[in-house]
């Protein structure tokens, strides 16, 4: 039965597709992960996701359970292999009757890819796919495809997988939530899970040196709502136009990721040198850092972002500013409250603390607000003082309040522009992200506030993540997020997130984003009068 067809029945077909794999129980093959994609692709129920996606990983060998989570979840154990669409297309001359692929023998050939470079290795990397896709069927083929050039769409992102995982290990949400919290991978997370049970999970712990998946704030409605939700015991601090950092250090060793935990350490010299500086032996630290002008007022955020690049510090210092600590001279302090964590951060960065307040009336909240914005700051965050860090998470006991209406967004395609924009990429699709995992739902377009520096870097770089095209439109792969400002949004049937955004203009890309970090569908429905 058609997978688009309204009749389709996902009960029979997780039936079907549990006996499919029981019969290689032990011997996982990639036709079985295909399947199971297809099924959870079929689906917008998240706990018949989680239900097929735990079936396949209890059904994995020991050494293909990291194999078939990262896989499921749309990477591949050796990261990204720099292999395009147009290659792999190249090596699809023709297509296998049955299905003979294990997982553990294409991992293999994955390894081999990755491992690949200098003289011949064009013709040996041409060889070694020429094999892969030959030995594969059709739908094989084509779930190879999407997978090495990121294209898994089937609604499996992290959250989904770590119900699934959960389910497979028969564990508490919540440990294995924690054991990827301080991991940060999923792949490894599961196969403790699955081999070690509870006490293996127990065994991931905060490592100074290993970063943390960073706590994440919710946009609140108002300042009035925000202060009334937390009550009267929160810190209410500053929102930079910074980038975020997250350093580590142990002895003289330092560490610096950004927001998507990329190690940026030896790209920004003078922040190593000011925590070797500070008072502690050991700590991990939450703050953003951003670039000033001489006056003392914050940068453009793309100079800011701009900097992580440059050769040489003198090129553009950058000051850091600091708002949690999760770590401190032997001691984790992820579980302790809000309250202890901004005293251990008084002790170990002393005049590097972000601008705060500590339990605020609401008239001294909304002068912090207006000193903000006077400074050239976004706004303000809120944020309960008996929260714990809840690493990756975006809960309430943190909110951000903003004087306009911004949303991060994923640019799904752009239009050609006509007139004064002829020969450029101008009219841009916005896409949210979908809260079950799904491809991002259409929720408007914009061509507003696109500079003409905007306009060219555009058609440069939206070419490089093409999906398709047609004559008006190139359409892209997820990869990019924006954020644009908007006045509100209203119910409209014009696209398939049934709301349109209204008046929305672009503020600036977000480079220091993951599309897995921009603003779901609710986010924006939360919108509606």
């Not at 089937?154 to 497979?168: N, R, S």
């Not at 491809?439 to 770089?461: H, N, S």
């Amino acid at each position: 039965m058609p997978v688009n067809d309204v009749r389709f029945d996902l009960s029979s077909c997780v039936a079907d597709l549990c006996v499919g794999i029981g019969r290689y129980r032990g011997t996982v093959l990639l036709a079985d992960v295909v399947s199971t994609s297809s099924a959870v692709g079929a689906t917008r129920s998240r706990k018949s996701k989680t239900e097929l996606l735990a079936e396949l990983i209890r059904a994995a060998e020991p050494g293909d359970i990291d194999v078939l989570v990262a896989w499921l979840s749309g990477e591949t154990l050796q990261g990204r292999l720099g292999i395009g669409w147009r290659t792999l297309s190249a090596a699809r001359a023709g297509s296998a009757d049955s299905a003979t692929w294990t997982v553990s023998a294409v991992d293999d050939i994955l390894t081999d890819l990755a491992g690949t470079s200098g003289a011949g290795s064009v013709a040996r990397r041409k060889e070694l796919l020429t094999r892969l896709m030959s030995r594969a069927t059709a739908a094989e083929q084509e779930f190879l495809v999407r997978l090495l050039t990121g294209e898994i769409r089937h609604g499996a992102l992290e959250g989904v997988m770590t119900d699934a995982i959960a389910k497979a290990a028969g564990l508490p949400l919540a440990v294995v939530r924690r054991a990827f919290m301080l991991s940060g991978r999923l792949p490894a997370t599961a196969s403790a899970a699955i081999l070690g049970g509870e006490e293996a999970l127990a065994r991931f712990r905060l490592e100074v040196g290993r970063p943390v998946r960073p706590m994440l704030a919710s946009p609140a409605a108002s300042l009035a709502d925000a202060h009334a939700a937390l009550g009267p015991d929160v810190s209410v601090e500053y929102k930079l136009d910074g980038a975020r950092i997250q350093v580590h250090r142990h002895g003289d060793d330092v560490s610096i990721y950004t927001r998507t935990l990329n190690e940026i350490t030896e790209r920004v010299p003078e922040l190593v040198e000011l925590v070797r500086a500070l008072p502690c032996y050991s700590v991990v630290l939450d703050g953003e850092t951003l670039a000033l002008t001489d006056s003392g007022r914050p940068r453009p955020f793309q100079e800011t972002m701009s900097r992580f690049g440059a050769s040489s510090e003198r090129e553009l210092l950058l000051q850091p500013y600091f708002f949690d600590c999760i770590h401190l001279d032997g001691v984790d302090l992820l579980d302790e409250p809000l309250s202890s964590r901004l005293q251990a951060l008084d002790r170990a960065a002393p005049g590097h603390r972000i601008p705060s307040l500590l339990r605020p009336d609401l008239a001294e909240t909304e002068a912090h607000l207006d000193d903000a914005l006077a400074g050239g700051h976004e706004g303000i965050m809120i944020k309960a003082l008996d929260s714990v860090y809840a690493a990756g998470r975006r809960g309430k006991s943190w909110q951000k309040v903003k004087p306009e209406h911004t949303l991060d967004l994923i640019v799904l395609g752009a239009e050609w522009g006509y007139g004064r924009r002829t020969g450029y990429l101008s009219n841009l699709h916005l896409g949210a992200r979908d809260p079950d995992g799904g491809a991002p739902i259409m929720v408007g377009k914009t061509f507003k506030g696109l500079t003409d520096e905007l306009l060219r870097w555009q058609t440069d770089e939206f070419p490089k993540h093409e999906r398709d095209r047609d004559d008006h439109t190139v359409y892209l792969r997820p990869a990019i997020v924006v954020e644009v400002e908007l006045d509100g949004v209203q119910v409209s049937s014009r696209y398939p997130g049934k709301v349109a955004l209204r008046f929305a203009r672009v503020l600036r890309y977000r480079p220091d984003k993951s599309p897995s970090e921009a603003d779901t569908l609710d986010a924006v429905l939360n919108l509606l009068p």
